[in-house]
């Protein structure tokens, strides 16, 4: 006989820390009149203390498993909700789009990598998916912001060619709709983002080894058609051009680029590269670059070369 009990907040605690994202979903859902009761008592009626809500939600997703006492797992959500409200309180500190996802920085510490820690976490192919839900725009600064070395609030704008007003706009909506998805999807089944990651750094290591060669192999070819553009900084004012001229430019000059890191989504690839110039080179390339790559049906359509700040 099916027990028609509901679960404690005990129980959905460790099934949420055995990685089941149904349970934490409904422990959110259970837990979310007291938790906004929180953040409108700090912060008033207003966005704001939806979106603290929200962040302190997208907070519990990461840390479900650093509670230690199961049955107070309540209070642990309220005051997640209190910090959260009080970091919005200091009008003049920059925070970044998902609290408490602030870590997904790339550092040389293989173990604080933002990939390694998603994947170290039963959650991750839950938040990729999530995230897949939103539009593109939106889905490009929030990785950009949590998920890649491009992280300030000026680099992200000059990287998606718009005002620092608009980057802080798009990544406040994302915030806010990925909160949404992440709970309406709880139950659902989700790709593995790991390896969707993983196809896109090794197409990353044949593609840089292929335009040092000069020569890319007919499977990595088909990804750049025609129509590709290489957009920003690095493309000529009034004509149109194709990323391949960028890389044999790169090769005549005897620069070589080397990943570092891969963030990837279904149309979004962000390839972040350390470059090594040869001696005495005239106008050197900076020591770090980013490729953002907008597809469709895998194949590139657009590349932006950015440049983050040093």
């Known amino acids: 006989m099916v027990s028609l009990t509901p679960p404690t907040d005990e ?14 979903g409904l422990l959110l859902a259970r837990h979310q009149a007291p938790m906004r009761a929180v953040a409108l008592s700090l912060l008033g009626y207003g966005p704001d203390a939806e ?15 650093d509670v230690r ?10 005051a997640i909700v209190r910090n959260a409200a009080r970091m919005r309180l200091r009008a003049t500190q920059e925070t970044p789009g998902l609290d408490g996802l602030d870590f997904a920085h790339p550092c040389a510490d293989d173990s604080a990598h933002p990939e390694k820690l998603i994947e170290q976490h039963a959650m991750r192919d839950w938040i990729w998916d999530a995230m897949a839900e939103l539009p593109q ?14 992280t300030s609030y000026q680099e992200i704008a000059g990287a998606c060619e718009v005002p620092v007003g608009t980057v802080r706009s798009r ?9 949404k998805v992440l709970l309406s999807t709880a139950a659902q089944a989700h790709d593995d983002a790991s390896a969707l990651a993983e196809d896109s750094r090794h197409e990353a290591l044949v593609t840089l ?35 391949h001229d960028a890389m044999r430019q790169n090769r005549e000059k005897g620069v070589r680029q080397h990943l570092r890191h891969v963030v990837a989504s279904r149309d979004i690839s962000i390839w972040e590269m350390d470059v ?13 670059l980013a490729w953002v790559m907008f597809r469709q049906n895998r194949r590139v359509q657009r590349l932006r070369v950015v440049f983050p700040q040093q």
């Open 11 to 24: 129980e959905l605690t460790r099934r949420a820390q055995a990685g089941d994202s149904a349970a934490l």
């Open 51 to 65: 979106d603290a809500v929200q962040d302190a939600a997208l907070t519990a997703l990461r840390r479900i498993g």
């Open 69 to 78: 006492d199961p049955e107070a797992v309540g209070a642990w959500l309220r």
């Open 137 to 150: 725009q939106q889905r490009l600064v929030l990785m950009l912001r949590n998920f890649s070395g491009i």
């Open 171 to 179: 990544l406040n909506q994302a915030r806010a709709k990925l909160a």
């Open 209 to 243: 080894d292929g335009a040092t060669r000069g020569v890319l192999p007919p499977e990595i070819a088909e990804l750049w058609p025609e129509q590709a553009e290489l957009v920003g900084i690095l493309s000529r004012p009034g004509e149109r051009s194709h990323p």
């Open 276 to 288: 090594v110039n040869p001696a005495g080179i005239p106008r050197p390339c900076p020591p770090t």
